[in-house]
């Protein structure tokens, strides 16, 4: 069925408790992305070679099936980036196969490509960002169209299947009140489509992680002053709560 010989680029894996999925897990950070938001965790990632070949999949699952003892609590394998639909079709392979080996799968995904439907069935707990609502905006400062992002999240409530959709929220792009009304507008429109018990909503503060990386690659940090006040966080919290979206904090 599918490519026995796919490779997956990988450029850091690790093991971290209940954060990109329930239970301890094992998280590969896969390489390269299709958009450029300025805030990016992982600008080293970024960039993928063609030289580079790559794990295959086959050694991949090996290694995972190696660490089942360690997936305890309801724990499994998490894939996140970079962006792993910049790599799906061994994206798929490996999935697929873990869920047949009943291996917990997660992924976190900006969610643009419209691939990552084929890889729905075989994720067991999705993370999706929506980084802003107004397509002008996202496509002028990260480069993504807001359709496929929509027609993703949808699909995949419509499912029935666990979803945990993020916002990075950042001072000066997405936290005024033009914005915030447009979050809440979807996430209603989504938590009206599907089971309340298995679609959540996060709210994550801007953090700078990433700016040493950049200045090591040489890049330009551009973000002013993206910190969100723990004031306005409060206030961003009871706006989605007013307008009846429960948002968690972690
Ligand atoms: S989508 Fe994620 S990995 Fe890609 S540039 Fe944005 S923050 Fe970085």
Known sequence: MFNKKSHLLIFGKGFNYSEDGPGNRLIYHLK????????????????????EKG??????????????????????VTFTGGEILCQADAMENILFQLTENKIHT???????LPSLKRLMPYIDYLI????????????????????PIKDNLKTRVLSGKPLLVR???????????EALEGFTEFFRELSELGAKDSLWFELL????YGREKWEKEGLPYTVKNGFISDK???EIMEFFRLRGIAAINT
């Open 167 to 177: 916002v990075p929220l950042i001072h000066g792009f997405n936290d005024n009140d």
């Open 55 to 76: 794990t295959p999949v086959d050694e991949l699952l090996k290694e995972i099936l190696s660490c089942k003892p360690m997936f305890f609590d309801g724990g499994g």
């Open 205 to 208: 503060k801007y953090h700078e």
């Open 232 to 234: 306005r966080y409060n």
């Open 106 to 112: 997660a992924v976190e995904t900006n969610a643009s």
């Open 32 to 51: 390269g992305c299709n958009l450029h938001c300025p805030w990016c965790s992982n600008p080293d990632g970024l960039k993928s070679e063609e030289y």
């Open 128 to 147: 999706a960002d929506f980084k802003h609502p107004n397509e002008k905006k996202l496509m002028q400062v990260v480069g993504a169209s807001l359709l």
